[in-house]
């Protein structure tokens, strides 16, 4: 079938796009491949984006990893940069492309969609305002730090989820105050409720003011700038805001082409990353992709699955036989030097599905009491009726980035809560405590 | 049973002996239970020995654990310190005790041998000399600190594995000129080769001198002291030396009784840890014990083994039936900031049992490039034909740490290579790489 497919176009080159034009490469070599980016930039950095708010990353080229050429050599593909592509017709196989004021189609034999998120816009803080930002893209941080200064400034922070929370320390890391605001009555939606409150806790010690508005709060205007904000009944002046209320997948120009839509908005894809048209693919923040525990289709922005899903997309566009495996979402946290870890699906989740569980939780020590530099841990396991685990958070340093990859393997290869009990985990003073945390839980759970 | 059983003696108070007494009381509240000690102290810690002489642990006082007083309040446990068994009488079920000149005899229903293990002597390095120390005990390190200076000396470390090491990098982190003297080629014996260079590698660079001493060096004596050490042709000063050429199981009591002893000299027990007596148990460094990947019973003196073996042998004295699972060798070493870590079993332990295997190794960072405090992880798998993970070796930063345990957990669970392929292991910037080296390892080994 290979020498069938002699055009493959990828819509899309921050993610998913690039991992699929590497692997389609790499299957078909003859294949003629060419990645189209409504942006400037491809194969870039997205996670990595608030640390350059705290300089931890100098600029924003250190996370531009390819160019037109690099693709070109590496992976036989053409990128057009700042190319928009308007419609696809799927009868034709076409593409109806822009560039500025040119217009013009593409054939493709093989499609991938890999056209990721976009902004949940918050109408309160419109983006219109200058001094709101919204910051996903290398773009969108290159006008945040041509258009702020981030030290001694007041910044406030909407919205306490993942990347809220990461915007929010490190901004206070570089030596602004930080005002960071949620609906939710806690930070961290989605981790454990003790988890939860322990982010808060660790924010507000290092000077994050963290306020709860569960209505939208009072703007005062000055000219187009946000001025003030009414909080907690005070009017709090701030010099910038950056709303981090979600993202959803950009799945608009797949509906128009009438491609299956899932529930939560993204393109619905099989286990090979093939979308309702068996021409076209479809990888990452755009898709909907299915999860172990539960079997649901759920819109997982990561990297890595985007990654992931690239790959099979590409491979198997390029006429290869890959298959992606039901993830499990394991995703991880830094609150002002301290880390927060949640795998697996959420309690909300299990209610919502009426799925049975029973909880551990158990707090420890990182290393033997004696060891300096020890501190605490706690841990949480979400367990089936059948001793299988279904969820975990962990709290404490970077040891829980272990924690939480040994319950992700726990949880991929089937492994009982009774099974985790004589693991012969290491234990050494400077390292490892005598009896970690996922040993006290199952432990714990056995009584 | 349990009422048939009133007396438990337990021989040894330091690591296994109160863990079985902890068991022991909780599973026969009726029992009288009785723990000896030779030593001044129970309960107390060893492998934080090392950090006393960094001054990371402060005093040996905080190694100690537990008092006779505690013990009797908690475990309904009588314990008689600085008191010896000279010898059990199986037919009689007494033993032969000495305190002092006061000698008496003691009987027990159930016995539990946690006589731990001893130096081995290195006749060149005599313990007779005033500024040889050989230390495992709070009682030696004692000695050690009362008779030594660790400021601005040079001291002469014989022995490169484990507890070498860690005396040397200890020294070293408290400002001494540290040789490091051993008679293989590289230091961490057990370790992979190439994580024993990079051990030699991060010892040289830190200030530690490492010397390959195949042939016994010389030594010139000046009164009741070791002043010098001929070595690589220069006569090198020295103030102290510590001898850490390992340990051996001790056993004596149990060979004198007539105990099956095992071919590497420890008390052979079997899954409950009863020795080849019926009322008498063993636990800790002075038995071997079931290794899980081979079947072979090793001598394997770990505290977290000292500490599971005593429950089980506590237990099953009392009148409980648990088990001891066989074992997973999973050890963690830091070296001037960096870690290795060792899990399963080593090349050269394949290579003598004929056990075919393959391996794979790779180097990869820590974290995305663009972070700072990055670093590089080496890794390498010891694989089994059939792909299950039979060894690993890691050297990089604490991330090692939840590496050697997935694997340990791997092995445990008998997860081969080719399931270690998408393990959604978690990825954020300033914790994880956004691909870890266990999957780089898996995919590179499926290739």
Redesign the interface.
């Known amino acids: 079938m290979k020498h069938l497919i002699k055009k493959i176009v990828i819509i899309g080159g921050r993610a998913a796009g690039p991992a699929a034009a590497a692997k389609a490469s790499r299957e078909n070599p003859d294949a003629e491949i060419t990645m189209i980016e409504a942006g400037k930039y491809i194969s870039t ?1 997205t ?2 984006i608030p ?1 350059l708010l705290s300089s ?2 100098k600029s924003p080229e ?2 531009v990893f390819g160019t037109p050429e690099s693709f070109l050599s590496h992976y036989n593909t053409k990128v057009l940069l700042e190319t928009k592509v308007v419609s696809i017709n799927r009868r034709l196989r076409t593409l109806q492309v822009e560039k500025g004021d040119v217009k013009y189609s593409l054939e493709y034999d093989r499609l991938v969609l890999a056209t990721g998120s976009k902004h949940r816009i918050d109408p309160l803080f419109s983006p219109a305002f200058k001094n709101v930002f919204y910051v996903k893209t290398i773009e969108e941080v290159e006008h945040l730090l041509l258009n702020s200064s981030r030290a001694g400034k007041t910044w406030c922070v909407v919205g306490a989820s993942f990347a809220g929370i990461e915007f929010a320390e490190s901004l206070n890391k570089a030596g602004n105050k930080v005002i960071l605001l949620d609906r939710e009555e806690l930070p961290g939606k989605g981790f454990a409720p003790e988890i939860r409150q322990l982010i808060k806790e660790t924010l507000t010690k290092n000077g994050v003011e963290f306020i709860h508005t569960p209505l939208d709060p009072r703007i005062i205007i000055d000219g187009d700038k946000i001025s003030k904000i009414k909080l907690d009944g005070f009017l709090k002046e701030i010099d910038n805001v950056i709303v981090a209320t979600g993202v959803v997948p950009n799945s608009e120009l797949a509906r128009l082409a009438g491609l299956e839509i899932g529930a939560n908005g993204g393109i619905r894809v099989d286990n090979k990353m093939k979308t309702s048209d068996p021409y076209i693919f479809a990888a990452g923040d755009c898709t909907e992709i299915k999860e172990r525990i539960t079997g649901r289709h759920i819109f997982l922005p ?3 699955i985007a ?2 899903g690239g790959h099979v997309a590409g491979a198997n566009a390029a006429g290869g036989n890959e298959f992606m ?1 039901p ?8 609150v002002c030097g301290s ?1 927060a ?1 949640r ?1 697996g699906v959420c309690e909300s989740t299990l209610k919502s599905l009426n799925i049975p569980y029973k909880t551990v939780s158990a707090k420890t020590d990182a290393l ?1 009491k ?3 530099g020890t501190h605490k841990v706690f841990g949480k396991l979400l367990i089936a009726s059948d001793g299988k685990i279904m969820g975990a958070g962990f709290f404490g340093g ?2 829980v ?6 319950i ?3 949880i ?2 089937g ?1 009982k809560i009774q ?1 985790l009990k ?11 405590p ?3 945390i996922i040993e006290i839980l199952a432990h714990k759970a056995a009584k």
Do not use: H, W
């Open positions: 950095g996670c990595e640390y931890e990353v250190e996370l990561q990297a890595t990654r992931d495996y993830v499990i979402k394991n995703v991880a946290l830094r880390f870890t795998t033997v004696v060891m300096p970077t040891e980035s272990g924690y939480a990859d040994i992700a393997l726990a991929k290869s492994i099974d004589n693991n012969c985990f290491n234990y050494t003073p400077t390292l490892s005598f009896k970690n």
